[in-house]
C-alpha cells in the first residue's frame, strides 16, 4: 500500500468521524454536512488527481446520480420504522434490504432504457 494511499483513507475516514461527532453535538448542522456527497466529491477528486480524464468524471458522475435515487428512500423509511417501534438493528437492516431492491430495479430500469452504467 501507498502512502498516497494511506493518505486518501485516512482523510475519507476522517471525513465520516468528522459528520458523526458533529452529529452528537448539534444535529441540524450535521444532517445538512451529512447531506452533501462529501464521498463522491472525494472519489471524483482521487480519480481526476489519478487520471486527468474529464470525461471520466461526467460518466462516474452521471452514474452516481442514477444510483443516488434508490438510495433516497432509506431517509424516509428508517426514522419511520424507528418510531413506529422497530429497532435500530431491524429498521436498519429493513432499509438496506428495500435499498438494495431499488437499486436492483434500478439497474433493470436503466437496461430497459439502453442507460450505460
Do not use: C
Amino acid at each position: 500500500m501507498t502512502a498516497q494511499l494511506i493518505l486518501r483513507a485516512l482523510l475519507s475516514g476522517a471525513l465520516i468521524v468528522t459528520v458523526s461527532e458533529l452529529a452528537k453535538r448539534n444535529h441540524f448542522t450535521a444532517a445538512i454536512v451529512h447531506s452533501l456527497p462529501l464521498i463522491s466529491l472525494t472519489a471524483f477528486v482521487w480519480l481526476y488527481a489519478d487520471t486527468r480524464d474529464p470525461a471520466l468524471i461526467a460518466r462516474h458522475s452521471e452514474s452516481t446520480f442514477w444510483f443516488v435515487l434508490p438510495t433516497l428512500p432509506l431517509f424516509l423509511l428508517l426514522p419511520w420504522l424507528l418510531r413506529h417501534g422497530f429497532g435500530f438493528w431491524t429498521a436498519l437492516g429493513i432499509g438496506v434490504a428495500v435499498t438494495v431492491a431499488l437499486y436492483l430495479l434500478t439497474i433493470h430500469l436503466l437496461a430497459l432504457a439502453g442507460g450505460k452504467i
